[in-house]
């Protein structure tokens, strides 16, 4: 029997089931938290920083999309220096790769643009490090540009858990990471791939896109793969 | 912006049927009865038997193992300890497995050692020779066993090893 108890966010008391996330409780509470790595339907990984909140009785901040929810926890999730958080992980993602969204298929489509504005971005306080990254035109259908690639893994995650071709996976580490698909071969020689599309719906910036996409006309729709996962499990 | 991208040649060469290290690894697979998360002891015998991990044993490990492709290139680039290329312009594996041990692969290693000066695990000044151990490559039959490029050397002395190394290193200048 699963046991429902009480835990506070932001001073408020609201139900809780054990294995929820604090996204989760978050969600149903109707309290707005800030998530881009973030996509229902998928696992969660925690990579973007976004979500994280604090809770009572630790110094550390937590990830609220990765974080399960503890009986009579205190929750904070829009203090002052949770603010001043978010608009430096947001600005970090500005820093360090090549995102001049006026040149980018993705301008006003874009969740890192919008979240951006949203935390009242206006300018980047930290050194641009513009590594070199490159673009691959290979795929018959689909672009992927690095440069503008955030690392977010929703890709990676989407084609192995809903499409199940694994194609995507992140190689390397630290500041040298970066998505290959195979044996990071170009993304067209890939043997994997079955060119459904979804990891281009979900990607959240412009690194993924359909070559068919008109500069500043480019949709994307996330909620698709979401909706997909429901309508699987309800057939099972 | 290019980038140097794998391609579809390197990726799925065949690896020639006679080269007993695939048994070897094949071995291993199956000692981890095939299980995914066996992939890193898998890729550290590979990088034993070749001193490096190449990119055709990369798929012949995905496929057996029934790890994605850009999985296994994940793990094998998120670890210092592996390496995608060859460490020298030539290398040189030795193998102190057990047979190769009793027949003298000891006085091998110790000869390559002193007369190129360079260690195990190492590349001589020049860049030109690598040099690595390994322990048993699967066709003990042959020993002492000395791998050298893709090249199956059998019963090596200290006396004509020498002269091969010499003769692979010069010829490639
Ligand atoms: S198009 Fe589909 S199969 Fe191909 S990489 Fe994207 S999600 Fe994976
Ligand atoms: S390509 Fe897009 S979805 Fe994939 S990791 Fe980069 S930003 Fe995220
Ligand atoms: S949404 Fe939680 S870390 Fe990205
Ligand atoms: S001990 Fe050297 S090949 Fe088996």
């Known amino acids: 029997m699963s046991t429902k108890y009480s835990v506070t966010i932001d001073g408020k008391t609201v139900e809780a089931g054990p294995k929820q996330t604090i996204l989760d409780v978050c969600k149903t509470a109707g309290v707005d938290i800030m998530t881009l790595c973030y996509l229902e339907g998928v696992s969660n990984v925690g990579a973007c920083r976004l979500c994280l909140v604090e809770v009572e009785g630790t110094q550390k901040l937590l990830p609220a999309c990765t974080t399960t929810v503890a009986p009579n926890q205190k929750i904070q999730t829009n203090t002052d220096k949770l603010k001043q958080y978010r608009k430096m992980t947001l600005e970090l993602f500005f820093s360090e790769r090549n995102h001049i969204c006026s040149v980018c298929v993705a301008n006003n489509n874009c969740q890192l643009q919008n979240l951006a504005r949203e935390a009242g971005v206006d300018h980047i306080r930290f050194p641009y490090i513009f590594p070199e990254a490159h673009t691959d035109a290979s795929h018959k259908e689909f672009m992927m540009d690095h440069n503008r690639c955030i690392l977010c893994t929703r890709c990676v995650r989407v084609c192995d858990e809903v499409e199940g071709a694994h194609t995507w996976d992140v190689m390397g580490r630290g500041y040298q990471s970066r998505i290959i698909s195979d044996f990071d071969q170009p993304w067209g020689d890939s043997s994997t791939c079955t060119s459904c599309g979804k990891c281009v719906e979900v990607c959240p910036v412009g690194a993924l896109w359909p070559k068919d996409a008109m500069l500043g006309h480019l949709k994307k729709s996330p909620e698709m793969v979401t909706e997909l996962v429901h309508k699987r499990k309800h057939r099972s | ?173």
Do not use: W
């Open chain 2, 1 to 173: 912006m290019s980038h140097a991208f794998n391609t579809l040649d390197q990726v799925t060469a065949v690896p020639p049927k006679d080269d007993s290290r695939i048994r070897r690894i094949t071995t291993e697979i199956n000692r981890h009865h095939k299980r995914p998360d066996a992939l890193i002891e898998v890729l550290h015998v590979v990088q034993d038997l070749y001193g490096y991990i190449p990119l055709n044993l990369m798929t012949f490990v995905s496929r057996e193992m029934k790890v994605p492709p850009s999985r296994v290139y994940g793990v094998a680039t998120f670890y210092h300890f592996f390496s995608l290329r060859p460490k020298g312009e030539h290398n040189c594996i030795i193998c102190m497995g057990t047979a190769c041990f009793v027949k003298g692969a000891r006085n091998v290693l110790e000869k390559i050692e002193t007369d190129f000066q360079v260690q195990p695990g190492e590349t001589t000044q020049d860049g030109k020779l690598g040099l690595q151990t390994a322990r048993c490559f699967g066709c003990c039959g042959m020993a002492p066993v000395v791998v050298l490029d893709t090249d199956i050397l059998a019963k090596v002395t200290p006396e004509n090893i020498v002269g091969t190394l010499q003769e692979k290193i010069g010829n490639n200048k």
